[in-house]
């Protein structure tokens, strides 16, 4: 199983501010991949990372709104861009493992005041 | 496009006692996995058992275990001898055999372990 690190673990953010997760894998993987849970609520992905390439964003999400850079195979990041308290969620990130399922990291828990 | 059902909110089991957590889901592929998640207060999704669709045998995973019926598409969990360190929130999750960005979770079922 892939060990994954995000950070940070929990933030309390302002509104209108920004803040990026980072998140670190001790493996080469080919796609990451970042989910939102809003709370109380399940997962939702929110895009595929690829290095060398742009980000995949699933419907309802935007680059403009989160910012996701891949810069090598073993790490990547996303940015939460002008929060609002709507945004207040735990992100979490993911990787594919070698038979089908999906590892997540620890997750990052924000709070958008 | 692919559904998963958790019908049940939340449960509670006596501690050492077994407990079944029920999962439906609706697709048209014939190749996929099947999982189920575990996410405690920590809040890290931990994988708790994988099934295949092309596997007949049902999964075990020491003290968890599965009933998949492909033909209903009903994937459960059965937590025999249930611990203290099992309460949690429990994911079912699909995803198509070719693709792991069409990972798709239930709603989640909240797990109370009773001492």
């Given at each position: 199983s892939a060990v994954i690190s995000q950070k940070p673990s929990r933030d309390i953010c302002q509104r209108g501010t920004s803040l990026t997760i980072q998140c670190q894998v001790d493996s080469q993987v080919t796609m990451m991949f970042w989910y939102r849970q809003q709370p109380g609520q399940s997962l939702t992905l929110i895009a595929t990372a690829n290095q060398g390439s742009e980000a995949t964003y699933e419907s309802g999400f935007v680059i403009d709104k989160f910012p996701i850079s891949r810069p090598n195979l073993t790490f990547s990041t996303l940015t939460v861009s002008?929060?609002?308290?709507?945004?207040?969620s735990i992100y979490l990130c993911s990787v594919e493992g070698l038979t089908g399922e999906l590892f997540f990291g620890e997750g990052s828990r924000l709070t958008v005041l | 496009a692919q559904t998963v059902t958790q019908s049940q909110p939340e449960m509670s089991v006596q501690e050492a006692e077994t407990v079944t957590l029920s999962c439906t889901y609706d697709t048209s592929e014939s190749d996929y996995y099947l999982f189920w998640y575990k996410q405690p207060p920590s809040r890290q999704m931990i994988l708790v058992i994988r099934q295949e669709a092309y596997k007949q045998q049902n999964a075990t995973e020491n003290r968890f275990s599965v009933n998949f019926q492909k033909a209903a598409k009903s994937f459960s969990l059965k937590i025999s001898d249930?611990?203290?360190?099992?309460?949690a929130m429990y994911f079912c999750a699909y995803r198509p055999w070719?693709?792991?960005?069409?990972?798709t979770f239930g709603s989640g079922t909240q797990l109370t372990v009773l001492p």
């Open positions: 002008n929060m609002s308290p709507e945004d207040s | 249930s611990q203290l360190g099992d309460a070719g693709s792991a960005r069409q990972l």
